[in-house]
């Protein structure tokens, strides 16, 4: 697919002012502990959009911040989105801060990616007196109990602060993966994200700063606006492109890549060596990318020995798209996804600063990539279920 007109709407936007608050969080502890802060010292309000909370040290944190908060008068609204209590089955310590009571459904597709990607034992689940006590918390509403296929990651406090990227809460997230989270900060910020969730006004570049989102409630179905923006930021890089992914299965976006090489864009990706899932579905793709191209010098590829779950984009060191959405099926049609969208200098340079570190840690990619095309295979089948409610 050949976007129109977007390309050009993106190179006449006007650069923000450098006074405009847009910060980089970073990754790992310190950004969550930012976040753990915002929520704690909350005056009016918190509402969190949440895919994956585990019931382990960085959940429970949370948890505290939410009652401390909450028992100081804050309204507390979480979104917690039932389907991710599968990942929550699967990996780390295989706790739930929310979902305590595994159906035979979840329970069955937990046992099988377990099994695929050997992740055995138990996931019997421990009843958490925390949980329990957010649950009855007169200050506090929590969604939890509905399949919202809600795969971002918010949290906007008084209304003021508005945290995004691509963090679960759980131990793995902020201690052995490597995520990105960004924060504007701005009541104007806030009310344009609900008005974009809403349905309200279209994406529109030339704000500056907007946001890139897919709902389900909002959008017609098997429908996802955000995708051509996606791909026309993409096609519309003069000099480079950098991208720091956890998740490479949409062919458009690999074509996209490739044809930014071939007219000669200096294209970066960091990735993980083997991603948690789809680890072998991402080398095929990469391998892809590099025959495609002729892997010439101007594309470069990173594999880092951990795994990387950010989902970011910057575009001629201006431009920034980062959030909760993979280069994935699920992201464009399936999932619900908030990406935040920046044209500015100084924040794209701090975003791209904070990849930089991450890559140092990495291999650059400079032969044929193996994979097992049998679990590619599995991968394929269990994102193609996994995607069969989009588009």
């Not at 005056?43 to 382990?56: G, K, P, Q």
């Not at 780390?92 to 305590?100: I, L």
């Not at 280069?327 to 920046?342: K, P, Q, R």
Request: proline share 3%.
């Amino acid at each position: 697919m050949q976007p129109v007109g977007l390309p050009v709407q993106l190179h006449a936007a006007s650069n923000p002012a450098p006074n405009v608050k847009l910060r980089v969080l970073g990754s790992g502890d310190l950004a969550f502990q930012a976040i753990i802060e915002r929520v704690r010292n909350a005056e009016r309000s918190v509402e969190i959009r949440a895919f994956l909370w585990r019931d382990d040290e960085a959940g429970n944190q949370l948890g505290e911040a939410v009652i401390e908060a909450a028992d100081r008068g804050a309204k507390i609204t979480i979104h917690k989105d039932k389907i991710a209590a599968v990942y929550e089955y699967t990996g780390g310590n295989k706790q739930s801060f929310f979902h305590k009571r595994v159906d035979a459904i979840r329970g069955f597709q937990a046992w099988f990616l377990g099994a695929v990607y050997r992740a055995p034992g138990s996931f019997k689940q421990r009843p958490n007196a925390l949980s329990a006590k957010i649950l009855a918390h007169p200050n506090i509403v929590v969604e939890h109990s509905r399949k919202r296929f809600d795969h971002s990651k918010v949290y906007i406090v008084d209304d003021r602060y508005l945290m995004l990227g691509s963090m679960g809460i759980g131990d793995n997230h902020c201690h052995d993966w490597i995520d990105l989270m960004v924060e504007a900060e701005g009541p104007e910020h806030v009310a344009r994200l609900k008005e974009r969730m809403a349905g309200h006004d279209e994406f529109d570049p030339s704000r500056g700063i907007d946001f890139l989102v897919h709902s389900r409630e909002v959008h017609r179905a098997k429908s996802c606006p955000m995708i051509s923006h996606r791909l026309a930021l993409i096609d519309a890089a003069q000099k480079s492109i950098t991208v720091e992914m956890a998740y490479f299965t949409d062919r458009r976006f690999t074509a996209a890549l490739a044809r930014a090489v071939q007219r000669g864009i200096e294209v970066k990706v960091v990735t993980a060596e083997l991603a948690d899932v789809l680890g072998n579905t991402n080398r095929a793709t990469f391998d892809a990318l590099r025959r495609l191209t002729g892997a010439p010098e101007n594309l470069k590829i990173v594999l880092l020995p951990r795994m990387v779950h950010s989902k970011v984009v910057v575009i001629d060191h201006r431009w920034s798209d980062v959030g909760s959405a993979n280069f994935t099926s699920l992201s464009h049609g399936v999932y619900d996804e908030i990406n935040l969208y920046a044209d500015n200098t100084e924040f794209a340079s701090a975003i791209e600063t904070e990849i930089e570190a991450h890559a140092a840690e990495g291999q650059v990619v400079d032969q044929k990539l193996r994979w097992r095309r049998v679990y590619h295979g599995l991968e394929r089948a269990v994102m193609a279920y996994q995607s069969r409610r989009g588009g």
